[in-house]
């Protein structure tokens, strides 16, 4: 069985509704976007740790961290994960350096 980004959201949104003394999701919601945003970095910056001083299953491991927290944030400020794919299908039709510079400039 594949477990997808999609599925992923989809337990985000059912585990938001639950009480936070079952759900890790809400209390995480529930202690705000600051905190959210704040888990979310400390993740990123054990991935990158892992990238290049750990193996591949802590590296595994460490990535599913970031996706599930970049998730989190994501439902607290109410983004949806098509968007966010919408965003990167826009993207595929120029470079990405053409798409990098035209960020800088605006």
Same mark, same amino acid.
């Given at each position: 069985?594949?477990?997808?980004?999609?599925?992923?959201?989809?337990?985000?949104?059912?585990?938001?509704?639950?009480?936070?003394?079952?759900?890790?999701?809400?209390? #995480?919601?529930?202690?705000? /976007?600051?905190?959210? $945003?704040?888990?979310?970095?400390?993740?990123? *910056? !054990? +991935?990158?740790?892992? %990238?290049?001083?750990?193996?591949?299953?802590?590296?595994?491991?460490?990535?599913?961290?970031? #996706?599930?927290?970049?998730? /989190?944030?994501?439902? $607290?400020?109410?983004?949806?994960?098509?968007? *966010? !794919? +919408?965003?990167?299908? %826009?993207?595929?039709?120029?470079?990405?350096?053409?798409?990098?510079?035209?960020?800088?400039?605006?």
């Amino acid at each position: 069985m594949t477990f997808t980004l999609n599925d992923l959201e989809k337990r985000i949104q059912a585990r938001a509704q639950e009480s936070a003394e079952v759900s890790y999701t809400r209390k #995480l919601l529930d202690r705000g /976007i600051l905190h959210c $945003a704040k888990k979310l970095g400390e993740e990123a *910056v !054990e +991935a990158a740790i892992a %990238a290049v001083g750990e193996d591949q299953s802590r590296m595994t491991g460490e990535a599913a961290d970031v #996706l599930y927290h970049l998730l /989190i944030v994501l439902h $607290a400020r109410g983004i949806s994960l098509s968007e *966010v !794919e +919408a965003e990167l299908g %826009a993207r595929t039709r120029q470079s990405g350096l053409d798409e990098k510079a035209s960020r800088k400039s605006g």
